[in-house]
């Protein structure tokens, strides 16, 4: 079965950076497009960054206006692991986030928490 597991997240000052990875198992990594959300609570959880697949779209990127030039989305085929770099977090870059694919249906990971904060 699919699933996916992130980790990485943590408590960094303002300026700081963090690496996220989300390790994924049961698909074909190369095939599946990968997304980076994240969600504060009372909000709806916000897209951020994706990557497509690599077979069929050369893993093209793109970011949301909110993270673009801090953030980078990048693969690591051979360990099914996909990466979000962060770099010059901000306090409202605080939030849970995750990791997504697509195979027929949605799946997420369980989320791993990120607070930017003094």
């Known amino acids: 079965q699919v699933q996916l597991v992130e980790s990485g997240g943590g408590l960094v000052q303002p300026g700081g950076s963090l690496r996220l990875s989300c390790v994924g198992s049961?698909?074909?990594?190369?095939?599946?497009?990968m997304s980076w959300f994240r969600q504060v609570p009372g909000k709806e959880r916000e897209w951020i960054a994706h990557i497509a697949s690599a077979t069929r779209a050369g893993s093209f990127t793109n970011y949301a206006d909110s993270v673009k030039g801090r953030f980078t989305i990048s693969p690591d085929y051979a360990e099914n692991t996909i990466y979000l770099q962060m770099n010059r977090l901000k306090p409202e870059d605080t939030a849970v986030y995750y990791c997504?694919?697509?195979?027929?249906?949605?799946?997420w990971g369980q989320g791993t928490q990120v607070t930017v904060s003094s």
């Open positions: 997504r694919t697509v195979v027929e249906k949605e799946y």
């Open positions: 049961g698909f074909s990594f190369r095939d599946s497009a």
